[in-house]
């Protein structure tokens, strides 16, 4: 069983920068391929990033491509996603996601994923 829980939402300006955090328990992270997600009022949840179990490979959405950054630091059983440029279009709540995994699979699919956090507001205003 793996508990998540995300930090680092809140407002910020266009062209301003957050990072979020995602800290694990109940298990090592590292045994696990990470994802986060997002959802805007009235709109689906997307992936926004993924990283694989070992880290060796990671997934972008295009919106978001060259702007975030996703990474893992296993020691401190940690997942970030660094964001930066941020447009007011990435409004939304953020969700980080965990499921055991192969070494270097990412998954893009919210069904691909067994553990959610309970998400993070990040609001850019323009």
């Known amino acids: 069983q793996v508990r998540l829980v995300e930090f680092g939402g809140g407002l910020v300006q266009a062209g301003g920068s957050l990072r979020l955090s995602c800290a694990a328990s109940?298990?090592?992270?590292?045994?696990?391929?990470m994802g986060w997600f997002r959802q805007a009022p009235g709109k689906e949840r997307e992936i926004v990033a993924a990283?694989?179990?070992?880290?060796?490979?990671?997934y972008y959405a295009d919106s978001v491509k060259g702007r975030f950054t996703i990474s893992r630091d296993s020691a401190k059983n940690t997942v970030f996603l660094q964001m930066n440029s941020l447009k007011p279009g990435d409004t939304a709540v953020y969700y980080c996601?965990?499921?055991?995994?192969?070494?270097?699979?990412?998954?893009?699919?919210?069904?691909?994923?067994?553990?959610w956090g309970q998400g993070t507001q990040v609001t850019v205003s323009s």
């Open positions: 996601a965990a499921r055991q995994a192969a070494g270097f699979n990412v998954y893009r699919n919210s069904n691909d994923y067994d553990y």
């Open positions: 109940g298990s090592i992270v590292a045994n696990y391929a």
């Open positions: 990283i694989s179990r070992s880290g060796g490979s990671t």
